[in-house]
C-alpha cells in the first residue's frame, strides 16, 4: 500500500459508479456555475488569460512548489540548504546575553544523606579530650533545612564537635533554604507541596510558612532586579541592530527616539474573565526579546480585612498597610490588559528610550485604542494583526456555521476539512504576502481549487505555470493529462462557507497581516509564567511577580539566566548548576532547530489531520454521547 512520508496511508475515497456519478458530477457542474467567483469579487476576471494578465501586472508572482494549498496536492516536503542554516530564535536570544561568568568549585554542592552513615562514621572517632571512644551524636536545633549537630563525649561530659549543616550567604541567611525557595518558584511548586514531598523523603523539619514567604519576597525582590537589568539590556540590543540597519520600522518619530515594532499580549492568572492577576507583556517582534511587562492586581486580602473607611482607626491602618498592599488597580480582569498597556507604554522612552510604534495584537482589547487616546507618543501607535489569530478565526466561524447549520454541514463538513480549508487560507496568505491583491487571489483561488471537479475545473485563479502548487495547472504547463480531482467540499457547501471566507478576505484586514508577524513569542512566554505559577493554585501578587520575573530571565537569557538571581541573594553558581543550564541551553537549541525544518512543520500539521479525521469518524460511529441535559429522563 503507498505510504506518504514514510507514515501514515493515503486516503482512499469510495467512488460512485454508473448512474450515480453521472447524476452527482452534473448536480456539482450545475452548482458550480452558480458559484463563480466573478459577480462575489468585484473583478472582471474575464478569461484565464485575462486573469494571468492581472496578476502579471500587479507583480504577483505564483507561489513555490513547496508551499502546497491543500492536502490532496502536497508531496514529501524538501529541507533546503536555506532552512538548514537558519538559526533558531532560542540561539539568537541566548547568544545576546552570552557572558558566563567563572563558577565556584565543586566543594560547595550538597548531599541527601541518611543518618545511619553519620552514625557509622562517628563510631570510628575519638574524643580530643580524653582519646575516649563513647562520643554521643545529636542536634541541638534547626533552621529549615539547617541542622546544627554536635559530638559529646559522654566519658568527660564535653562537646567534641558542633557544626551547622549549612553555611550562610552573604544575605546572613542559610544556603540550603534560600536555594529551596529559589527551587520551588522556579519549579512551580508551593510550600504545602515540598513539605508532602520531603515528608514522603522522611526528611522533618521543613521551614516554616512564615520564614518561607519572607525568603520568598527577598527571591521576589532579586528575581525582579535581575529581570529589570535583563530587559534594559534586550532594549540595548534592539536600539543597537534598529541602528545598525538589521531592523527597519516604517515610523518615524521628531523626537529622535528610536521607533520599534512590539508585539503586546495579556495573560491571566485563571480562567473564565474572573482572575485576580493579570500580565501584560511587550515582545519585540524582530528579535523576541521581552522588553517590558507589567502585572495587574485587583485583590488584597489584607483590604478585606480593613476598618471601615469612616473610622478613627483608618488612617493609621491604612498608613500601616499601604506599604504591603497588593492590590494596584480598581476594576475588572478584563480591563487588566488595557491598564498594563498604558503603564508599560507610559514608561517607554524613560526606562527603554524606546517608542512601540507598531503593536502586534489579537484585537480582544481596547489597548490600542486606550494608548492613542492617552497620546503618549508625539506618533500615532499602528496596529497589526497576528496571522495565525486571523487564521483562527476562519476555524471558529466554519465551526459555529456548521453548530447552526447541522443539517446541511454535520456530516459534510468535518473537523478534518476545517482545518484543511483553515491551513489553506494561511498559506496562501503566507505565500503572497505583502501584496494584498495577491493575497486576496490567492486565498480564493485555493477555495475554488478544493471545490473543482473533473466535469467543472475551476483554477482560473491558480497560479500558472510548471512550478505551481496546483497540480492541475502544472500538469497543463508541463504538456499532460490532469489527474483526477478530488474535493474538499462539495459546490452547495461552498455556497455556504464562501461568505465567510468573502468576509476574511477584506482588503483592510489583509493590509493589517501583510507582513505575516505572529505572537508566537508572547503565547510561549505565557506559557513559561504559569509553569512557574500554576493556575490551579490559589496565590498573592508577589508569587505571580516572581514567576513573572523568572520567566523573563529565563526567555531571554536562557537558563543561565537564573545566575543573575543567585548573585543578588548571595548564593555562588556552582559548576554543577552552571553544567545544568548548558544541557538544558543545548535541549532547548535542539528542539528549536528540529522544528525550524520543514519536515517537522509538515509531520506536525499531518499527524493533527490524522487525528481530526479518526475522531470524525469515531464521533460518527459512536453518536451523541454527551449533550448537557440531553438524556434527562
Known sequence: MPKTFGFGQKKRYKKLRGRHAKKEEDQNAEQTRNLTPDPDLDLDLGSEENVAQTRTERGLMPPTPASSNSDADQSEPQISADETANVSRSEQKMAAFDDEEPCADDMSQCFLIHTSFLQSLYTMLTCCFCSGSNLYWGRKKSAGFAQEFYLECISCDKIVWSCNSSPKSKSKRFDINVRTVVASKECGLSLATMKKLFNIMNIQNVMHHKTYKQIGMEVRDAAKAAAEEAMSRSAEVVRERYKSGMYFSDQVSTSGVQVVDISYDGTWHKRGYSSHYGVGVVVDIDSGLILDTHTVSNYCRGCEKAPPSDS??????????????????????????????????????????????????????????????????????????????????????????KKSNKSALNRKLTAAKIKKITNTYATNLRDNAPHVEQMKLGVLGGFFHMMSTDKTPNHRLCPKGPTSWCKYNRALANNEVPGKHTPTFTPDIGKIIFPVIKRLTDSDLLKRCAKMT??????????????????????????????????????????????????????????????????????????????????????????????????????QKEGTTYSAGAFNC
Not at 313 to 334: I, P, V
Not at 537 to 544: K, N, T
Request: overall charge positive.
Open 518 to 619: 505572529t505572537q508566537n513569542a508572547n503565547e510561549s512566554f505565557n506559557s513559561t509564567i504559569w509553569q512557574r505559577c500554576p493556575k490551579t493554585q490559589f496565590v498573592y501578587l508577589h508569587a505571580v511577580e516572581t514567576a513573572v520575573a523568572l520567566a523573563v530571565l529565563s526567555f531571554n537569557m536562557g537558563p543561565s539566566g537564573l545566575r543573575h538571581v543567585f548573585s543578588k541573594l548571595g548564593l555562588s553558581w556552582s559548576m554543577t548548576n552552571s553544567n545544568d543550564a548548558l544541557n538544558r541551553a543545548n535541549t532547548r537549541i535542539r528542539h528549536a532547530r528540529r522544528k525550524l525544518q520543514g519536515t517537522s512543520k509538515w509531520r506536525r500539521k499531518h499527524l493533527q489531520k490524522q487525528h481530526l479525521i479518526q475522531r470524525d469518524k469515531m464521533e
Open 312 to 401: 478613627a482607626s483608618f488612617t493609621a491602618w491604612n498608613e500601616t498597610h499601604k506599604k504591603s498592599c497588593n492590590k494596584n488597580f480598581d476594576g475588572t480582569s478584563n480591563a487588566m490588559e488595557v491598564e498594563a498597556a498604558a503603564v508599560i507604554f507610559a514608561r517607554s522612552v524613560e526606562q527603554r528610550k524606546l517608542i512601540y510604534g507598531t503593536m502586534l495584537c489579537d484585537g480582544d482589547s481596547k489597548a490600542l485604542d486606550n494608548v492613542n487616546r492617552l497620546g503618549i507618543y508625539d506618533i500615532k501607535v499602528v496596529k497589526e494583526d497576528c496571522v495565525n489569530h486571523i487564521a483562527k478565526r476562519i476555524y471558529n466561524q466554519l465551526d459555529n456555521l
